[in-house]
């Protein structure tokens, strides 16, 4: 379970604006190697994440073509951007959490909550796309269509990676599909 929030936390903080350009504009290698605390085998939590942006910025680089400059104004747009992705996914996971506790309610459900929280999941998915839009523009400034079609991808696969983790990918139904998609499997014991 710390293992899965870990590699989510990971996840979401390359997703979402994590300055890409440490250490890589620096010679990528992070100062002093790695660094063991709790244990043989396990590195620290600063050091994993140091590592992790270092890995993450190194494959943008090379998927994308990136000078050092360009992975300075990428990291300075993500880090424009940071803030509102976090807040829309905030926003999301609340949602999420309201319609499924009203759903689980079965009779008891209140129909005018649910149709309120669906008005404001689809209110969120239309800031997503309002953001991804400013976004592009503003990687427009730098980037080819071609670098941004590619780092979209970079950014879909991250996603699809995080929904795994947080159990989409686990059995469980995408959201929305049902009642039942609300209702979770007991783990095998």
């Not at 063991?36 to 396990?42: I, L």
């Not at 073509?65 to 829309?88: A, I, K, P, Y």
């Not at 970079?154 to 795994?164: F, K, N, P, W």
């Amino acid at each position: 379970m710390i293992k899965r929030s870990f590699k989510l936390f990971m996840l979401t903080a390359a997703l979402v604006g994590t300055p890409l350009a440490t250490g890589v504009a620096q010679g990528g290698a992070p100062p002093g190697g790695r660094q063991r605390q709790g244990g043989p085998g396990r590195m620290n939590r600063e050091q994993m994440e140091q590592n992790f942006r270092l890995r993450l910025a190194n494959l943008l680089k090379t998927q994308l073509g990136l000078t050092d400059e360009g992975m300075r104004q990428l990291s300075d747009v993500n880090q424009r951007f940071d803030r509102q992705r976090r807040e829309l996914l905030r926003r999301e996971m609340m949602t999420r959490r309201g319609i499924r506790e009203e759903v689980l309610r079965g009779d008891s459900a209140s129909a005018g909550k649910i149709d309120q929280l669906l008005t404001d999941q689809f209110k969120i998915e239309r800031e997503r796309i309002d953001l991804t839009e400013s976004e592009q523009r503003e990687l427009g400034k730098f980037l080819t269509p071609v670098q941004r079609a590619k780092y979209l991808g970079v950014q879909e696969q991250i996603r699809r990676e995080m929904d795994q983790l947080r159990g989409r990918g686990r059995g469980m139904p995408p959201p929305g599909d049902s009642a039942d998609s609300f209702r979770r499997k007991r783990p095998p014991a």
